[in-house]
């Protein structure tokens, strides 16, 4: 078996042989006939595999790079016809040597050219102090003179109480109008208006918690209506309405009871009729005695501040001054 | 007394001496001192010898007694040491009030009652320490009750153990303070069913003093 | 040789123990011959120091102040023989033999407003008010024994709350609809009430205004002494309820007519406004206060219409029950209703111990053999344990 596969792989092997060799002579003899030619001019050198020839690159041809304007500038130029409106951050332009960005510790920070954290932020250099006042200067003619008497803030907010904010909002979307732009905020201080007990108690109740307690503001912020000049008209009607409807008394009002009262009241509660009894026990109907003020605020003080050593302390001393009892 | 309730003192941890294998302190950390006369006493002795934290059940207070802590231990039950405290705080105060009515009556015996509970206490258990006990040693097929003496700390377990069985061995309407009050009182005076444990236990030890020798042999 | 040694070793063990108990008895006897030395002269001094001879409180001042007096046997039973010591501090008296109270400034107050107090003007309502363990009940005991010494008619609740929290017996009240009787507190009342006044209503000789029918067969006519009444009441317990009702009326009705003066004592009144109370009605729900037929003549009594009497009061935090105790104040505890219906009082602050007042109690603890552990400075661990409340000193002195 093994003397057989040997055999067989011997007869391969010669054939393949013969079939290179019959291949290298006819090359051998196709070569010969070229170099025949220019055999007369120079040595040729045996070119075995053909070169490819390089295709030439073809060179772009760039403008020199001009030296950045800025080196150009004149000290004393008019930086506001550089830098005439808002526009992203240009290292040419810029006169100053900004660096930003960071580095790594101890590396100087990046400088203004190609400097994408210079472009990112927004730059004021077209609000420059001489560029704002030449725009004044120049609406200055649009102007009247500052109102006689309203100098100081105290005294424009002693005639004009109430603020009315409002946003306007600038972007570039098809349409111009921007659904926060209606809403109008109007806040004043309720010290402003003038309310008698129950007017003020009533005021407070219908407008809820558009009041701050801690600071006495009122605000009254509107944006039910389509249109900015819409929802200024309606805070106002909001304002002038609450206002006049906490002066109206209802008939279903005196149903207040004293568990619906905010506060202790002295003057309603069963303390004063008790002290007022004891102060007229067995005495003429002519000479009523009613307790006496500081009392009746050391009980509201106590029931309304809460019980503590101080206000218990003072409203012992003030029974035991009613009471006339020595000590 | 004096003498007992220093005799008490530091007896309960004698084996804090021997080296703890467990222990998570190095074997150089020493103990910290709970009087606080005996620190201050020490000075500067103690700033660098670095000390062990402070054991909880310890204080240096007048409501703190080496024995007395101990015997709250082995009163508290399933860790309510709160109860346990309690409970033996209406001891001494049942002792307590038994000793004043004592005094109060008059009687020639007057100058000796003791009001002290905590003295009344340790009175009790040194009282009550066995000195012996039998144990079963098996020679020749047949088991002997040898007489062995016992360790100190033995003894004083023993002496609290037996003072609070009898204590709990009671009707369901008796309080254990006012139980345990009794106990302890009539083992202070060197009676009651604790002492006579004890002297039962001495003197079967004396019947079987001819076993002794089977302790060795 | 070994068991020799051992055996020895056992032996001298034996004999250091009967050393021991030799020594231990030795010493017994030589400390209570030293206490005995000293008893004498300890005493002598301690009189002084601690304790004042001036039995009537009515002749108490700052003099006395944080110094003990001792109320007479008689007058113990008399006042307090239905209640008004704590439990402990009767325990305590038992144990001492002697009922001792401090002079503390709460009670020296309140007893110069009561001497300078003009009757004539409707009734003062004083409350004692303070944190739980202060000393109320004492403050209140002590004006008693005053009340008691001068001649008022005492009107004295122990423990109000016990009404509403632990009542013997309760029952459907048989003249109002609707309502709770409880007889048997009712009629132990009846007779807290006689043993405190029994002497004074003999001397008195007061008389029902008016007739009381109780039954068909049963009534009291108008012109019957109150002792009567009262003792119609302890026999009928049926009727204690309303008995009480009528003795209230007509004391009050005596007192405004100038036959006798009144004093009004009531321990933990706020449990009057608790919401609820632990008894329950036919259809299984908890009654209030008010549905309580005791609860309406101790309000009536303590109201400002009526002269010739004090009221003292004590307000208590354990008067109330789980989430009603976040303050000791007066107004929290009354409540809203509570307020008015006492308003206008005058609060008095019952206050830890001072500084005096508890060096004062401990040397008496002291020469009573209360504390037997007196290493130096025990009395500033003792301070210091108990921030000088009155009641927290009590329990930790318990067991030294």
Request: glycine share 4%; hydrophobic share 35%.
């Amino acid at each position: 078996m093994a003397a057989n596969l040997t055999r067989l792989l011997e007869h391969k092997l010669q054939t393949s042989s013969a079939v290179t060799a019959q291949r290298c002579v006819r090359l051998f003899s196709t070569q010969q006939q070229q170099s025949e030619v220019n055999d007369d001019e120079e040595f040729r050198v045996l070119n075995l595999r053909t070169v490819k020839q390089q295709a030439r690159r073809r060179e772009i041809k760039k403008d020199a790079v001009q030296p950045p304007r800025t080196s150009r500038m004149a000290v004393d130029q008019d930086w506001t016809a550089v830098w005439s409106g808002p526009r992203s951050f240009h290292p040419a332009s810029v006169p100053l040597p900004l660096r930003q960005g960071y580095t790594e510790r101890g590396a100087a920070a990046p400088s203004k050219y190609a400097n994408a954290e210079l472009m990112k932020i927004p730059n004021f250099l077209h609000l420059t102090p001489p560029a704002i006042r030449q725009q004044c200067e120049a609406i200055k003619k649009f102007c009247t003179p500052w109102p006689k008497g309203l100098e100081t803030e105290a005294k424009w907010k002693r005639h004009f109480p109430i603020e009315v904010l409002s946003t306007d909002y600038c972007h570039s979307l098809p349409t111009i109008r921007h659904p926060e732009a209606r809403r109008v905020t109007i806040t004043l201080k309720l010290s402003d208006l003038q309310f008698d007990a129950h007017a003020k108690d009533k005021f407070l109740r219908l407008v809820g918690e558009r009041y701050n307690q801690e600071t006495g503001v009122l605000t009254f912020v509107t944006d039910r209506c389509p249109t900015r000049k819409q929802n200024y008209d309606y805070a106002l009607y909001l304002l002038t309405a609450c206002y006049h409807e906490s002066f109206v008394t209802e008939p279903w009002e005196d149903t207040k009871s004293e568990a619906d009262m905010e506060e202790y009241h002295f003057e309603r509660n069963q303390a004063k009729k008790s002290a007022e009894a004891i102060l007229n026990w067995n005495s003429k109907a002519e000479q009523k005695v009613a307790a006496s003020p500081s009392y009746a605020t050391s009980v509201e003080q106590l029931i309304n501040e809460g019980e503590n050593e101080y206000n218990l302390a003072k409203y012992k001393e003030e029974v035991l001054k009613m009471l006339k009892i020595t000590v | 007394m004096a003498y007992a309730c220093c005799a008490s003192k530091n007896i309960l941890r004698i084996a804090q001496c021997t080296t703890r294998l467990m222990s998570v302190y190095p074997s150089h950390y020493v103990s910290p001192i709970v009087d606080k006369n005996i620190q201050n006493s020490k000075g500067l002795e103690l700033s660098h010898i670095p000390i062990k934290a402070a054991p909880n059940d310890v204080n240096d207070t007048i409501f703190y007694g080496e024995l007395k802590q101990k015997f709250l231990n082995y009163i508290t039950k399933k860790g309510n040491a709160e109860l346990a405290k309690e409970l033996l705080t209406k001891t001494f105060e049942a002792i307590k009030r038994t000793q004043i009515e004592r005094l109060n009556l008059g009687g020639a015996d007057q100058e000796k009652v003791i009001t002290d509970a905590e003295t009344l206490l340790i009175n009790a258990i040194e009282n009550s320490r066995p000195l012996l006990t039998l144990s079963a040693i098996k020679r020749g097929g047949v088991k002997y009750q040898v007489p062995v003496p016992l360790t100190q700390r033995k003894s004083y377990f023993l002496a609290m153990k037996w003072i609070l069985d009898a204590a709990r061995e009671k009707e369901r309407k008796v309080k254990l303070p006012d139980k345990l009050a009794w106990e302890i009182l009539d083992a202070a005076c060197g009676q009651g069913r604790v002492i006579k444990k004890k002297d039962d236990l001495h003197r079967q030890c004396e019947t079987n003093r001819a076993y002794a020798h089977y302790r060795w042999s | 040789m070994k068991m020799f040694r051992k055996q020895l070793g056992s032996l001298s063990r034996i004999s250091t123990q009967l050393q021991r108990n030799v020594i231990a008895s030795g010493a017994a006897s030589r400390t209570a011959e030293m206490s005995t030395n000293v008893a004498p002269a300890l005493d002598a001094a301690a009189l002084d120091e601690f304790r004042t001879a001036v039995a009537n409180p009515g002749e108490h001042s700052t003099l006395q102040s944080a110094k003990f007096y001792t109320i007479p046997v008689e007058q113990k039973k008399q006042i307090f023989t239905g209640g008004g010591l704590p439990k402990q501090y009767e325990q305590q008296i038992k144990t001492f033999t002697e009922t001792c109270l401090m002079v503390r400034s709460p009670a020296l107050e309140l007893l110069q407003y009561i001497k300078n107090a003009d009757l004539s003007k409707p009734a003062v309502r004083y409350v004692l008010y303070g944190e739980n363990g202060v000393g109320k009940t004492l403050t209140m005991a002590h004006v008693l024994h005053y009340g008691a010494l001068n001649d008022f008619v005492l009107v004295h609740v122990p423990w109000a709350p016990n009404w509403m929290k632990r009542p013997k017996e309760a029952s459907n009240a048989s003249g109002q609809e609707g309502f709770i009787d409880l007889p048997f507190d009712a009629a132990a009342w009846l007779v807290h009430f006689k043993n405190q006044n029994a002497q004074l209503l003999q001397k008195l000789q007061l008389k029902t205004s008016k007739e009381y029918v109780w039954s068909k067969r049963e009534s009291t006519p108008a012109g019957a002494s109150l002792i009567e009444l009262v003792e119609h009441g302890i026999a009928r317990i049926k009727y204690a309820s309303e008995t009480t009702a009528a003795l209230i009326a007509e004391l009050k009705q005596l007192a405004t007519n100038n036959q006798c003066k009144i004093m009004v004592a009531i321990d933990g009144f706020n449990a009057f406004f608790h919401p609820i109370t632990r008894i329950f009605s036919d259809n299984k729900q908890r009654v209030s206060p008010d549905r309580i037929t005791l609860t309406q003549p101790f309000l009536d009594i303590t109201n400002y219409d009526w002269t010739n009497g004090v009221c003292i009061l004590s307000v208590d935090k354990i008067a109330m029950t789980e989430g009603y105790m976040d303050s000791y104040m007066p107004r929290y505890l009354l409540g809203k209703e509570g307020f008015e219906h006492l308003d206008p009082f005058v609060p008095i602050h019952v206050k830890n111990y001072t500084e005096k007042e508890f060096m004062s109690y401990i040397s008496y603890y002291l020469d009573r053999h209360w504390i037997s552990k007196t290493p130096p400075g025990f009395e500033k661990q003792l301070k210091f344990m108990s921030n000088m409340n009155p009641y927290t000193l009590m329990q930790l002195v318990r067991g030294l």
